[in-house]
């Protein structure tokens, strides 16, 4: 009997075949192995499971085809190394998937001896998508708290003398005799007044920053944001429709939930051409409530998927490109979780907040 990988000749060894080759591939990372001319001998379940090959697809073909050309050398210079040096190499690379897409793997190489002499290797890769992940968004955090930081410190700066200006011109603006001013005073009042809205939403990155939650419903927000969300919309000939669902209470603070939904709604409005739709919706799902605004524009290039939200970035000429981070901000302070899902037909931000627990309110000091 020929058992994948590990050969046997009689009843006793069958077993142990049998026995080996359901133990490889019960190990939940992806396993290879490979010979002295580096061709795969072995692969277990795992890697057809999560490379997408069909099994013995593989066998006999270079270790080096499964990773993606800018990685090779690497990859050569280390098993190369542990041949050699007769040790185990450990680095952090990426696995091609059958259909091209990257799988990033921890992967631990150690060398097969048989009479003394190195014959092959064994190539053990954990999965680290999900590591990748997070610490893209510890670092996204990270940046965020930063920024927040410097914000608060550079808002204060700024305010004050900004405090000064505005008071003088409005003391100047009411004297009779620079009444034919009035025009320029008022400019410069709304100018300041914008300056100073720019800073707030500049001040609301602060990671730091307390908010306190109360018990409120999504869809009584939504109802009363949705007459200046449409108008506005229907300045350019677009629309706002909301669909509320059945949902429960949640604990929300509501100054900074209206501002998640204006930047969203205000990014799905612009995404658009006219005659464009932004639909909110509300779901009940088991443990969360969702919120959905989905627009009908281009989609996000998937070549800034990693950029949005990070502060300042901008495709927009007119943008500051700190509507995203502070939705982002805004999200993280709520223990809530975003998904955003995009294609040429249009983006769908999830928000997905948890249901709370029976305490009526609470104040948290978030980071
Ligand atoms: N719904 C969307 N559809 C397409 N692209 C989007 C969408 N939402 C965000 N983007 C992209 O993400 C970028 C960042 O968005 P963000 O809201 O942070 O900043 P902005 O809209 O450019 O400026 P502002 O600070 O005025 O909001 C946008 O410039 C745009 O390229
Ligand atoms: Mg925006």
């Known amino acids: 009997m020929k058992m994948r990988g590990v050969s046997a000749n009689c009843t006793g060894w069958d077993e142990k075949a049998e026995y080996l080759n359901a133990l490889i591939d019960s190990i939940n990372e992806l396993f290879f192995s ?14 057809y499971d999560y490379l997408g090959y069909v099994p013995d697809e593989m066998t006999g073909r270079s270790i ?5 050309g800018k990685y090779q050398f690497q990859v050569l210079e280390n098993l190369v190394s542990s041949f050699l040096e007769d040790k185990t190499g450990h680095y952090k690379t990426a696995i091609k998937r059958k259909d091209g897409s990257l799988l990033p793997v921890s992967l631990r190489n150690t060398p ?38 410097i914000a608060a410190c550079i808002g204060h700066e700024i305010r004050n003398p900004m405090t000064t200006v505005q008071g003088f011109l409005q003391m100047l603006s009411q004297n009779e005799d620079l009444s034919k001013y009035q025009s320029y005073f008022q400019l410069m009042l709304d100018e300041l007044e914008r300056a100073n809205g720019i800073i707030n939403e500049f ?26 969300l449409q108008a506005d919309a229907a300045i350019d000939d677009k629309q706002v429709c909301f669909v509320p669902g059945d949902i429960d209470d949640l604990l ?16 799905g409005l612009e995404a658009m051409s006219p005659g464009g739709k932004v639909t909110i919706t509300t779901e009940q799902l088991e443990d969360r409530v969702r919120m959905s605004i989905r627009d009908e524009g281009p989609g996000i290039d998937p070549s800034i998927m990693d950029k949005i939200g990070t502060p300042f970035f901008t495709t927009k000429e007119k943008g500051t490109g700190l509507g995203l981070a ?37 104040t948290a000091p978030v980071n």
């Not at 901000?329 to 928000?351: E, K, L």
């Not at 907040?353 to 309110?361: A, C, I, M, R, T």
């Open 64 to 68: 080096l085809e499964l990773f993606p």
């Open 34 to 47: 490979y010979d002295s001319n580096l061709r795969i001998t072995l692969m277990n379940k795992r890697c």
């Open 112 to 149: 097969i001896r048989k009479n003394n002499m190195v014959v092959g290797g064994l190539l053990v890769c954990e999965d680290v998508t999900e590591k990748v992940k997070i610490k893209q968004e510890m670092a996204r955090l990270a940046q965020l708290y930063k920024v927040g930081e």
């Open 203 to 228: 001040l609301s990155l602060a990671g730091n920053k307390k908010v306190s939650f109360r018990r409120a419903n999504l869809n009584h927000i939504i109802n009363s944001l949705h007459p200046l």
């Open 252 to 267: 929300l603070n509501e100054q900074e939930i209206r501002q998640l939904i204006l930047n969203l709604v205000r990014n």
């Open 326 to 362: 502070v939705c982002f901000s805004i999200i993280a302070r709520h223990q809530a979780t975003v998904d955003i899902q995009t294609d040429p037909q249009g983006t769908t931000f999830h928000i997905d907040f948890k249901l709370p627990d029976s305490s009526p309110e609470k």
